[in-house]
């Protein structure tokens, strides 16, 4: 709420908010994900830090109905996420990145084995379908754990170049009392900005105006970032903390003319490499 005002759009969100209230699964809902291959999943490892870590399968790997979703996939073996605990509060996000769509649940994992997982579906709602890039998803490679995961401090040369390169990532985020969340962020090629091996930041772009990664932040900077080349399945997460910046709209770097952008500074770095 205090960031839609900031914001200017707090009539604007008030007249979207009826779609985040407490609900399970719609027929639509669950019929859309029946169809999807590919997810980004936010939760915690057993350690307790957040992590956002990328699911994939056939159509038919999503399938739910009222309050149940059934997952037939999970982290891969290297991933931070692998064999995550149940009973937590997630965050899940589908794509279709060929129609440009996508659906967000939230929810607590209730059942988890070597090769699904089910979900309790608190809250499931629709996206816009802007700044979704069309993407061809190779199940297999997202699916494959990698050889020799490497997890360090910080980011290395190579790890820049494949972060500037992106036009597409996932941000996880947390809330004490509304659990874990997913959702995607997408731009031009070169939108995320690395400054140093520790620090990163985006523009923000106009949307929803719903704000509900920024209203996180803006109570637990906790956060993590996902970038998966769905066609080969490399993958690069991070963890570490976030916080939204105000600018003067038009400022330099404000690509979405806005005035506001997210820093994110990097406190671990997990890369993934398809197997050879």
């Not at 190779?138 to 170049?161: C, G, I, K, W």
């Not at 109570?219 to 690069?236: K, M, N, Q, R, Y």
Request: include cysteine; hydrophobic fraction near 40%; charge should be negative.
């Amino acid at each position: 709420m205090a960031t839609q005002r900031r914001a200017g759009v707090e009539i604007v969100a008030k007249r979207l908010e009826s779609m985040l209230g407490a609900h399970g699964l719609s027929s639509g809902a669950a019929q859309f994900l029946t169809t999807q291959r590919f997810a980004a999943i936010t939760g915690r490892d057993r350690r307790g830090v957040l992590w956002v870590s990328p699911l994939s399968g056939q159509p038919g790997f999503l399938r739910g109905g009222e309050d149940t979703l059934r997952v037939s996939a999970v982290p891969r073996e290297g991933d931070p996420l692998h064999r995550m605990p149940i009973g937590q509060q997630i965050g899940l996000i589908a794509i279709d990145f060929a129609a440009r769509r996508r659906m967000r649940i939230n929810g607590s994992l209730t059942e988890s084995d070597d090769v699904s997982m089910t979900v309790h579906v608190d809250q499931a709602y629709g996206n816009c379908p802007q700044y979704i890039h069309r993407h061809n998803v190779n199940v297999a490679a997202v699916t494959d754990s990698p050889e020799n995961p490497s997890q360090t401090m910080s980011l290395n040369a190579t790890q820049r170049a494949i972060i500037e390169a992106s036009d597409t990532f996932f941000l996880g985020t947390t809330h004490s009392t509304r659990g874990s969340d997913a959702s995607h962020r997408g731009g031009p090629p070169g939108f995320v900005r690395v400054e140093s091996a520790e620090r990163l930041w985006w523009p923000d772009y106009p949307g929803n105006n719903m704000f509900n990664s920024f209203g996180n932040l803006a109570v637990d900077d906790e956060a993590a970032l996902l970038f998966v080349d769905v066609a080969t399945g490399a993958s690069l997460q991070l963890s570490g903390t976030a916080q939204v910046e105000w600018t003067r709209p038009g400022a330099e770097g404000d690509d979405g003319g806005v005035g506001r952008r997210v820093a994110f500074t990097v406190g671990s770095v997990v890369a993934s490499s398809p197997t050879a």
